[in-house]
Each structure stands twice: as structure tokens, then as C-alpha cells.
């Protein structure tokens, strides 16, 4: 099936930031955007004064800034004079800790408010922010705290006796850990963060931060191997900002609701920073997915911007479209998807269910925002990640022999996504480790590690990691392709595609398929679906064979990793397993 562009009309982006993508391209420079922003009135550059202070100062501290939702539906509301209050308290409570500049807070905690007032209070007293997915066990967490060298935790009680009494006489940097829900007293080296906070004034000068200070630690998914630690600095705010603004169309007020934990780096960059820094309502929901549950928290806090990933989308789509009409989803202006290819199916999906397409976007957390983004304004190709943000130089490059770089001059050709550094929010290190570091950059080119190939009219297109493409028979086979055409066959909700070793084609393509609700995984299904995709892809790249599982593995951010498929087919080591989320088989 060919895809369809979907074509914009004028009215479906009137008002929207980026109006038109050369001009906005051509007319760009991040100096000019920095300017805009406010700055420390003592000069230097500090996200959290960004993100809530300017506000404030502004005379805008009475709108909503955060509405927490509990999974019993409570809500917790916080305008932007009040996160600045809480957030001051924090950063006393941290000074008064002897918690300082460049130290490592911690946090382990579900999305209660308590998450963003340590963000930012953290950000303000000029301390190093690294949140930690709340859903990890002691072991993930000990690697990354003894990495991070962390000074201080913040962690709800529970959490606190299952998951770090066990390893904190191996934490030896970490000098303090606040509880959250403290019921007990707490044990020593601990306090209760309430009474701290109770304690403590609601005024603090933000520290002075430079724009190079080191601002937040994000470990990344360790979808292909052992996460690294990924070191972020103030400056990554002026591209926090642009990119929420021209990439998700952020306006001030807008309801914006970002679907990600705050403990991978969407959750922060936009399910934090951006939207405050863009004057935005942020809503965050602390119950996990379920798509009814979805639709009503879209329909009842009137979203009008909504980001989300995937893996979420595809859950939606298997609860079918029909759910999605039931609500009133009128105040939606636009959809963005993240974290994974987006099958063109789910692009298209969105038109049926939403009445507009969804807008891929891709980055990483090395990149600390979005770089290739589909815009409101512009026509959609369904499969695309869309184009480079304005002041991002992207391309498509090979690495030669002898460590040459070359671009690749002709369109569609597949190669490896490269960018130019100096955008703000690029990583200034993985901590700790230089050399893994090092190896991302040659010829003038920050390497992705992820092939794609870009089209005559400067679209890219996802082909899939340089570790999970397939060599086979001479054609290079990327998994993407394979799994949207697998994803068009009614019966599979879910598809994940690796190449397998083969005496003469090098490899030969395997999937493996997670069907839909109530489809009985037979035999003819399966034939049936080899057949789909050997008409679909030809011989050369359809999977030779097809293996059902009831799902696939995938890590705690919904990515599918491959390498576990790969290896398990294989009977290979499952190496790093901190991020997997835990499967039913
Ligand atoms: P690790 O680097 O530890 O293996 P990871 O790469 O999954 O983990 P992240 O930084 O969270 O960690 O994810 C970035 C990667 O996710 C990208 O390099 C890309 O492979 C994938 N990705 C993100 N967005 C998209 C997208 N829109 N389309 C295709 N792939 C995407
Ligand atoms: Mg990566």
C-alpha cells in the first residue's frame, strides 16, 4: 500500500507557531532565541528560572502551571507562583542539607507533585537533577546513583524500605535522602521531606548557573546495550523552549499533556521544562495507561497539545476507534508521537479517530530535544519523522574506511543520521565515560547510531538501528519497514523483526507478532501473514518466518528491544536487562 501525503490546509494550522518551514528555517538563530529568554537577573542562564520564575516575575503567577491527577482521580492543582514557592522550599531544604552546587539529587518517585518541586528546586539551588524510573530495582538503581555520584535522594517511603535499605551501605557518596509519605520516623541518614519543607521559607535567590553548568543527568534507555549517562547543562533550556514551541506548537495557556515518566528524558525535557518555559498548563497523570481512562483525562482537562509515544498509540488502536468517538476531543489541536518509529498505519490512524494525523517526532536523550519533527503546518508523509528543526543541520552520512565521513549526496539512500553539533541541548559528556563518548563524533558530525534515509523534499525516513539491521542476500533489510508491513494485517497489534545468522544469505528475516485481542495465533494465520508480507516487501526482504508471542520484550519506556529477541532466539547472553519491562508470556 502506498502511503498518501496528508496535505495541511491553511485553516488546520491557523495561529500556529511555525508558519512556514523555509522561512522559519532560514530565518533562525539560537542567539536570537536565547535573547528572548529572561536570563538570571544576576546574569547567567538556570532552566528553573525559565521554566517558573520568569512567570512569576511577569505577573503570571496566578495560571495554572501543574494539575496532578492521583489514580483515584484526585486532583492537585499548582500555579506557577505556587510550584515557585514549593520549588524555593526545596532548594532551602537541599542548602540547608548541605546539598551544593553540582551535586546529583536523586529522585525515585511516582508522578506526585513532590517529582517537579524537586526538579526544579533541585535546578534553582544550581544542583544536578537525575531522575530515576520508579519502577527500577535496587540493582538499576545503585549502577546509576554510583555513576551519578549522588549526594542526595528524594523517595517515597516505600520505596525507600524495598529498594534502597537493601544497597545504601554501598551508595557511599550519597550523604542524604528525603522521604516522601513518611509515616514512620524515619530511619537514620533520612528525613521527612514535609517537615523539612514545613520548616523551610519560600523565598531563595536562584543560584548563579552558567549556561555550560551541568544541569540534569538522564541515563538512556539501554534499548541496544547498558545505559549511559547522558549530562545535560543550563543552556539546554533555549532548545527545551524553541523546540516546544515550533516542533509541539506550545502557545502560552495551552493544556498540554505529555504522556512520558519524568524518569526518561521526554518526561523532563517536555513533560516538565518545555511547557513551562512556554507557558503552558501541565497535566500529569500518575495511574498508567488505559485507553478509556485516556480519552476521559483528554476530554475532561481539555488538552489542546498532546505528546505521546507509539506504543500507547498502538494500545489505542487495538481498543479500535470506536472508543475514541465517544469523547468530546474538540479542544485537541494537535498530536506528536516519540520514542519509536511510528507506523504510517498509526500516522492514518489518527485522521480516523481524532479527525487529525499524528506527528512523529524523532530525538534522543544524547540530543536533549526534538530534532526531526513533522510541524503543524506542514504536509505529513505517513512513516516520515518529518524535517529538521530549524537550527538543526541534519544528514545522512557513511563512515568510510580509515574513519572518513561522507554525506550522501542523492536522496533515499540509506545511511546514518548525523547532526551537526552546537545545537544547545546536545550532551556535553557521558559521565564517566569519555571514550563511549568520544566515538559519537567524527568528520564534524554528532553520529546517531541510527540509519535513515532522507527524501528529494528533505523528509527522513526511520530505517532502524545500526545494531538491528539485517544484511540479507546482499540487500540491507531495516526492521521498520517490515514490522509497518506486518502492522497492516489486521490481526497484529504489535511486531518486532531481526535478522537471523544464514549459511547463504548472510541472514534472513524473522518476526515475531503479537496479535491483536481475541485472534488465535494458527498456523494458517501464520502462513497467511507470510503471504501478506512476501506481496507487501518481495521475497528478498519479508520475514522467512514468523514466531507469535503474546508480547514482545520492551523497555519500561515501550521501546521493543530487538537485541533481546535476537539473543534469546539465538541462545546469546541477554546482557544489560535493567530497563526491561516485565513480561507476560
Ligand atoms: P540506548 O541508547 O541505551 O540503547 P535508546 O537509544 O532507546 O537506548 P533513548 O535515547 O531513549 O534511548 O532513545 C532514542 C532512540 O529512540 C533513537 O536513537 C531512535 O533509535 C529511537 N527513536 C526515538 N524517536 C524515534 C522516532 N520518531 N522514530 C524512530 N525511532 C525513534
Ligand atoms: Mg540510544
Known amino acids: 500500500m502506498e502511503w498518501k501525503a496528508i496535505r495541511k490546509r491553511s485553516e488546520d494550522f491557523a495561529g500556529a507557531n511555525l508558519q512556514d518551514y523555509e522561512t522559519s528555517v532560514a530565518t533562525f538563530s539560537w542567539s536570537q532565541e536565547q535573547t528572548l529568554l529572561g536570563g538570571l537577573p544576576q546574569g547567567g542562564l538556570n532552566i528553573a528560572h525559565e521554566a ?3 512567570h512569576v516575575l511577569a505577573g503570571r503567577g496566578g495560571k495554572l502551571a501543574l494539575r496532578c491527577i492521583g489514580r483515584d482521580d484526585r486532583v492537585q492543582d499548582f500555579s506557577y507562583a505556587d510550584l515557585q514557592a514549593a520549588a524555593n522550599r526545596f532548594a532551602n531544604v537541599l542548602a540547608r542539607w548541605g546539598v551544593g552546587k553540582g551535586e546529583r539529587v536523586f529522585s525515585l518517585l511516582g508522578r506526585t507533585p513532590e517529582l517537579y518541586i524537586a526538579a526544579l528546586g533541585t535546578l534553582k539551588n544550581g544542583s544536578v537533577f537525575s531522575p530515576l524510573f520508579s519502577a ?9 546513583m554510583t555513576i551519578g555520584a549522588a549526594k542526595a535522594l528524594i523517595v517515597s517511603e516505600t520505596f525507600y524500605r524495598r529498594k534502597i535499605e537493601p544497597i545504601r551501605h554501598e551508595l557511599t557518596s550519597l550523604g542524604h535522602v528525603f522521604l516522601t509519605d513518611c509515616l514512620d520516623d524515619p530511619p537514620a541518614g533520612a528525613t521527612d521531606l514535609a ?35 547522558a549530562v545535560h547543562v543550563h543552556q539546554s533550556v533555549v532548545a527545551h523552549h524553541v523546540t516546544g514551541k515550533l516542533a509541539l506548537d506550545l502557545h502560552p495557556g495551552d493544556i498540554f499533556w505529555c504522556t512520558a515518566d519524568p524518569g526518561w528524558v521526554t518526561g523532563t525535557s517536555y513533560g516538565i521544562i518545555s511547557p513551562l518555559t512556554n507557558g503552558a498548563t501541565l497535566i500529569v497523570d500518575q495511574a498508567e495507561f488505559e485507553a478509556e481512562r485516556w480519552y476521559r483525562i483528554l476530554e475532561k482537562q481539555k488538552i489542546n497539545v498532546w505528546y505521546t509515544a507509539p506504543t500507547a498509540i498502538r494500545m489505542l488502536m487495538k481498543a479500535g476507534a470506536g472508543v475514541a468517538k465517544r469523547f468530546d476531543l474538540s479542544n ?4 506528536a508521537s516519540v520514542g519509536e518509529p511510528l507506523n504510517p498505519e498509526a500516522v492514518v490512524w489518527g485522521l480516523e479517530a481524532f479527525g487529525m494525523p499524528f506527528h512523529d517526532n524523532w530525538w534522543q536523550t544524547e540530543t536533549g530535544g526534538i530534532m526531526i519533527a513533522n510541524y503543524r503546518s506542514m504536509d505529513v508523509k505517513p512513516g516520515s519523522m518529518g524535517r529538521p528543526l530549524p537550527g538543526v543541520t541534519a544528514s545522512i552520512v557513511e563512515r568510510k574506511q580509515g574513519g572518513e565521513i561522507q554525506e550522501s549526496a542523492k536522496p533515499m539512500i540509506m545511511g546514518e543520521l548525523a547532526l551537526r553539533p552546537g545545537w544547545p541541548s546536545m550532551m556535553r559528556a557521558y559521565l564517566n565515560e569519555e571514550e563511549r563518548y568520544r566515538k559519537c563524533f567524527a568528520g564534524g558530525w554528532y553520529l546517531t547510531g541510527d540509519l535513515a534515509m532522507r527524501d528529494d523534499e528533505g523528509y527522513y525516513w526511520f530505517v532502524g538501528r545500526a545494531d538491528d539491521v539485517i544484511k540479507s542476500a546482499g540487500h540491507l533489510v531495516g526492521p521498520f519497514e517490515v514490522e509497518s508491513a506486518l502492522m497492516e494485517h489486521e490481526a497484529v497489534a504489535e511486531a518486532g523483526v531481526i535478522g537471523i545468522p544464514d549459511e547463504i544469505a548472510g541472514e534472513v528475516v524473522k518476526a515475531f507478532i503479537a496479535l491483536k485481542e481475541g485472534v488465535e495465533p494458527t498456523e494458517g494465520l501464520r502462513k497467511e501473514l507470510l ?19 503474546k508480547n514482545l520484550p520492551k523497555t519500561r519506556s515501550g521501546k521493543i528491544m530487538r537485541r533481546l529477541l535476537k539473543a ?18
Open 52 to 54: 517558573v520564575d520568569r
Open 568 to 585: 534469546r532466539e539465538l541462545g546469546l547472553p541477554e546482557g544489560d536487562l535493567s530497563t526491561l519491562e516485565s513480561e507476560e508470556q
Open 136 to 144: 527500577f530495582g535496587p540493582e538499576p538503581i545503585k549502577a546509576r
Open 195 to 229: 517537615a523539612d519543607m514545613a520548616a523551610a521559607s519560600d523565598s531563595f535567590e536562584t543560584v548563579l548557573t552558567g549556561p555550560e553548568d551541568m544541569a540534569l543527568l538522564h541515563f538512556t534507555s539501554g534499548t541496544t546495550g547498558r545505559p549511559k549517562g
Open 531 to 549: 503471504g501478506h508480507a512476501r506481496k507487501r516487501l518481495g521475497p528478498a526482504i519479508a520475514p522467512k518466518d514468523i514466531a507469535f508471542r
Open 332 to 335: 485537541l489541536r494537535f498530536m
